[in-house]
């Protein structure tokens, strides 16, 4: 009898330890503190897709941020030197108009006239600039003769330069502009049909480091 219940009583202790057993191993595992770890966790300031530093709106990033800073030059001729406007932005304007091809006859009068140093160093200036077409309606012999003239060049090319920057908001009908020729400059119009005396602005609002620029399609001449 005494057989029967040690037997019975080793059943059990062995039923018992198998159960036990089977119970650790079934056990779901818990994380350990290095598998939870902020700096893998996707909801982590460094992973979100909408931090500060990858978002797409943010100023660094946005394609709009500097796309305004400053205001284009407006009128009919300005297409035609749009390439160059960046390159003469940080230029003085006695530099800055051998940079524009459609303004070359006019730069080189510049330098005949010994002004493109005095154009270069001088302080918030606005120049009418008569494009190269302007140039060419004035007879060859004339043109030369012109340029042969240093002092008649240089009344001539000062005529088209006011002392301080003009925006277009300045440029209305009737405005009067001080040359530094001595003489005066008569606003008349508006839009794309102003006129500078008797001479169209085709381009306006060219910006260089020093002066506001406005291609003209005609010489100006002194009073």
């Given at each position: 009898?005494?057989?029967?219940?040690?037997?019975?009583?080793?059943?059990?202790?062995?039923?018992?330890t198998?159960?036990?057993?089977?119970?650790?191993?079934?056990?779901?595992?818990?994380?350990s503190?290095?598998?939870t770890?902020?700096?893998?966790?996707?909801?982590?300031?460094?992973?979100?897709?909408?931090?500060?530093?990858?978002?797409?709106?943010?100023?660094?990033?946005?394609?709009?941020?500097?796309?305004?800073?400053a205001?284009?030059?407006?009128?009919?001729?300005?297409?035609?030197?749009?390439g160059?406007?960046?390159?003469?932005?940080?230029?003085?304007?006695?530099?800055?108009?051998?940079?524009?091809?459609e303004?070359?006859?006019?730069?080189?009068?510049?330098?005949?006239?010994?002004?493109?140093?005095?154009?270069?160093?001088?302080?918030?200036?606005?120049?009418?600039?008569?494009?190269?077409?302007?140039?060419?309606?004035?007879?060859?012999?004339?043109?030369?003769?012109?340029?042969?003239?240093?002092?008649?060049?240089?009344?001539?090319?000062?005529?088209?330069?006011?002392?301080?920057?003009?925006?277009?908001?300045?440029?209305?009908?009737?405005?009067?502009?001080?040359?530094?020729?001595?003489?005066?400059?008569?606003?008349?119009?508006?839009?794309?049909?102003?006129?500078?005396?008797?001479?169209?602005?085709?381009?306006?609002?060219?910006?260089?480091s020093?002066?506001?620029?406005?291609?003209?399609?005609?010489?100006?001449?002194?009073h």
């Amino acid at each position: 009898m005494k057989r029967v219940l040690l037997a019975a009583a080793l059943a059990l202790a062995a039923g018992a330890t198998g159960t036990a057993g089977a119970a650790v191993h079934t056990r779901t595992p818990v994380p350990s503190p290095e598998e939870t770890t902020p700096e893998m966790s996707p909801t982590s300031p460094e992973m979100s897709p909408t931090s500060p530093e990858m978002s797409p709106t943010s100023p660094e990033m946005s394609p709009t941020a500097t796309a305004t800073a400053a205001a284009s030059p407006s009128g009919p001729g300005c297409s035609a030197i749009e390439g160059n406007l960046a390159e003469v932005a940080d230029q003085p304007v006695g530099t800055a108009l051998s940079k524009f091809s459609e303004l070359s006859k006019l730069s080189e009068a510049v330098k005949k006239a010994g002004l493109e140093e005095k154009l270069d160093s001088a302080t918030d200036i606005t120049v009418f600039a008569p494009d190269n077409k302007a140039f060419d309606a004035i007879p060859k012999e004339a043109q030369d003769k012109l340029m042969a003239n240093k002092e008649a060049l240089t009344k001539l090319l000062s005529y088209h330069v006011v002392m301080g920057k003009k925006a277009p908001s300045d440029l209305v009908e009737g405005a009067t502009l001080k040359t530094m020729q001595g003489g005066s400059l008569t606003v008349k119009g508006s839009g794309d049909n102003l006129t500078v005396n008797d001479a169209k602005i085709v381009c306006g609002g060219v910006t260089t480091s020093n002066a506001t620029v406005y291609i003209v399609d005609k010489i100006l001449l002194p009073h």
